[in-house]
């Protein structure tokens, strides 16, 4: 396991798509963090003081800039309508949101965590000791 952290940070413009209304500029804070090297972080601003987070595969992104991909509550998937951009499609319990962003913006932001942690070389980062000690109960009787 490697101790000398990096957290990459970069801030993008994501539009909210809806039916029937012009898209609304939404600021994006993209993160990666060494310590959880197969995650990327997108937190959406929601207001003066308030953000959404999402946690998603590093892979998702990188796969969904080439076709579709995700199954689960992030969908990612080049736009039809524009090669330049990429659609990230986010469903929970309490609703479900389209975003439109740069491809271009969010290759960067994957080389950038390339350039940090190789794929296929996030296990070096990870303690699994640590990661075993939050699922296994210390008292098991």
């Given at each position: ?20 209304t012009?898209?609304?500029p ?116």
């Open positions: 396991m490697r101790n000398d952290h990096v957290t990459l940070r970069s801030t993008a413009v994501f539009d909210l798509l809806a039916p029937r012009p898209a609304v939404v600021k994006v804070e993209l993160r990666y963090d060494t310590r959880d090297p197969y995650a990327v972080v997108a937190a959406f601003r929601t207001g003066r003081a308030g953000w959404v987070e999402w946690v998603f595969a590093r892979d998702l992104l990188a796969d969904g800039l080439l076709a579709e991909a995700g199954d689960g509550d992030v969908r990612i998937r080049p736009s039809v309508e524009d090669p330049e951009s990429v659609l990230i499609e986010l469903n929970s319990p309490s609703g479900h949101a389209m975003f439109e962003a740069s491809a271009q913006e969010l290759a960067d932001f994957l080389d950038r965590t390339y350039d940090v942690v190789l794929p296929g070389n996030e296990h070096l980062w990870v303690d699994v000791d640590d990661a075993l000690t939050h699922l296994i109960p210390n008292d098991l009787g």
